[in-house]
Nanobody, 123 residues
C-alpha cells in the first residue's frame, strides 16, 4: 500500500525558506516518480516539481524553477522540496504524489497523494 507523508510546512516570513519532506513507502523510488504539487486558497492544484530515478530526470514548473529544489534520499525513500525566497503567493497546501513510471504534468495521471502540509507566508 502506497503511503506518502509530508512534513516541514509552517509559517514563514516573506523572503524566508522552508524544506518540505515527503516520506514514501509501498513502492520503489528507483522505478516510480514522485512529484510536489500545491493548492492555494481558491485555486486549483498546480504541479511544482517532479523527480524520476527511472528517467534520470528532474522537472520544475517555470514559476518555481529558480527558487525551489527537489532532491531525494533514496536510502530513506524520502523526497525533499527546498523552497527559497518565499513570497505571499507561495501560501498553499503542499502535497506530494506518486506515479508509476515517469513524471507527468497531467495531475489526473498521478496515482497516489499525501495529505499535504500547509505553508503560510506572512509578515
Amino acid at each position: 500500500q502506497v503511503q506518502l507523508v509530508e512534513s516541514g510546512g509552517g509559517l514563514v516570513q516573506p523572503g524566508g525558506s522552508l524544506k518540505l519532506s515527503c516520506a514514501a513507502s509501498g513502492f520503489n523510488v528507483d522505478y516510480d516518480a514522485i512529484g510536489w504539487f500545491r493548492q492555494a486558497p481558491g485555486k486549483g492544484r498546480a504541479g511544482l516539481s517532479c523527480i524520476s530515478n527511472r528517467e534520470g530526470a528532474i522537472y520544475y514548473d517555470d514559476s518555481v524553477k529558480d527558487r525551489f529544489t527537489i532532491s531525494m534520499d533514496k536510502a530513506k525513500s524520502t523526497v525533499f522540496l527546498e523552497m527559497r525566497n518565499l513570497n505571499l503567493e507561495d501560501t498553499a497546501n503542499y502535497t506530494c504524489a506518486h506515479r508509476k513510471w515517469d513524471c507527468s504534468r497531467h495531475i489526473f495521471l498521478w496515482d497516489d497523494w499525501g495529505q499535504g502540509t500547509q505553508v503560510t507566508v506572512s509578515s
